[in-house]
DNA sequence: TTGAAAGCGCTAACAG
DNA sequence: CTGTTAGCGCTTTCAA
């Protein structure tokens, strides 16, 4: 190892120079496809050797310019700030780097516009496939891959012109919600109806969640009003907010004594809050931290659940009902179907066919280490 | 717009044809410096309607075999489980998109050949920069892409071949250690030392954090036993564990009623734990969920902090105090040595010339939203 | 104001 | 068993 610096870098040219073979050879040779060729395993070790001792690195740009394949593997993820993307992205790159695929994330928080500009650019970079996660447009992010001949999968949030693998949304919800329900009842003593808080009406799982959270209602005999159904967006100021606001609605006080939604009127009590079904973790942290500062806690507290995990609020105290989904399974089903279009590689099957495009549902995975402490 | 897919991607070739121009000028405008080669606007308009139509888009890998530079970043990162890394990918991949450059991150789960790995991967997919956060061996990253002429910077955890962003841990850690050793006073009535748990001993972080852990007790007058730093590592179960074992060792029992560490001998209470600085908010969750399993919470808790910030762990009623690493400015620092360097892009200044490999310390921020409830 | 042509580093026929 | 050659799509002189 001479150079520890070198202005250039180092090409097939030069090894091949430095092994007095050809540029063919070397490229051959460090493909790992060189008993094809076969060429003489001297040359081969010899090859190999002078390219460690050199350093060489490959020139993926030029070697997928020219064979028309990156191996590259594009995935769009919406933010970093919960353990269920955190962990879809780690699943996710483990998985390609096992089949020997470069995976490139991008975090577009939930900004549409952010979405799409980030598919063109992974486009440019010339992605072999683009994973969509909990995209806001799913079908756009198709339709423009689609124009380069890029497959895509949905993932999270599913769209209509490609495949998707998503919770199954409305089992979960409806088991959560019963939880809640049952738990509530434990609590209070009697049944009423929970608030749904968190999530965006426009996206395909909080109202997939929603037809769960209200049907596991309607199996209790429990109407639910439109009043209590929240579905303000995912950051946690926006629960915070909302919650606060329907609350005060909710409650007698000194602004609006008689203002209170009709069919709680019988049951209501100044401390009692209703029971919780909160769309994300970050929805719940603006709802935990409103609750706290207004001293909900403890015995006031209501019964609650959360649509996703997170191993601090197993450990909140606030005996606090989860559903965790099943990202290992979800990315199974994710890497399945790459692995068998990449086998099929004939053009007759087109990755996204319309007859092609499906919607896989993965059961997600109750949890409940609540109750752990401060009883 | 008439084709909706297409086998072949569209090329500056086919663009041009459609705008009877050449391929030259179409790649002049498409770059925005057609005003440089005095391009007729009407000509420029022309090319850029048709590009839009067709759904262009270009093919970065060839554009930057050609031009030598990629124009992306890349950037190495341990996980994606807890707030920190996640906050610096967000603001990572948002300031490198504001300048234009394309981020990818990668994720290494702390495995140092993984790391290498990574950043090989990396250097063949021809990134201009690469940041190392969190590196278990960022001289031997820098290494590897020096030799490729590529520049690195590190953070979070430092190295001696590259500029370093990294937060003041010695500072931070010790601010911490002194709040804990108050709360202690105040909740036990008296003075003992704290134990410190997680981290690595080989990181830097990790022995700046103790020094300002000792260096605290120091100024309390009281004298740190080699005992009570627990070095396990980060994750939640070796925390778990390396508790347990410290804690088994510390109270009598039926297996050995008389192993108790001698300074802590006059004090010992069977519920009364010692005060812990956790190292990480992974650490964190390990040593949390013993606690709970033991019943040491509410009044049994111990005073507690912890080096880095979870937003759960604020409301989790265990009135523990955090320490928040200022990302957005470790971040702003970064990006400051990236810019200046793009400015003077002589050849004179060597990316990372010994003369100029320097460590950036940023100070963590406290915080203190404790005691919010279940006091 | 524009086009032709060379070549970035690599792969894949094809020709020995 | 191995080398020559022709591009992949783009940028960049250079020449008009």
Known sequence: MTQVRQTKKTTIYDLAELAGASASAVSAVLNGNWKKRRISEKLAQKIIRIAEEQNYAPNKQASSLRSNKSKIIGMIVPKYDNRYFGSIVEHFEAMARERGLFPIITCTRRDPSLEIEAAKTMLSYQVDWLIATGATDPDKITQICATSGVPTLNLDLPGTLATSVISDNYSGAKALT??????????????????????????????????????????????????????????????????RDFISTLLPSASNPNNMEPNLKPNIEPNLLPGLFVNSTISLEGVIRWMSKQGYIGKKQPAMGCFDWDPFVALLGHDIEMVKQDVPAMLNAIFELIDSSAQGDNNLTEPNDKAQVRRIEIPPLPINEGTLYCS
């Open 178 to 243: 019963s939880r809640i329900l049952h738990n509530n009842q434990q609590r209070q003593g009697r049944l009423d109806p929970l608030v749904f808080i968190g999530g965006r009406n426009s996206d395909h799982n909080t109202r997939e969640r929603l037809r769960g959270f209200c049907e596991a209602h309607r199996e209790y005999g429990i109407e639910v009003s439109e009043a209590r159904i929240l579905t303000c967006g995912y950051a946690a100021e926006k629960a915070e907010n909302a919650l």
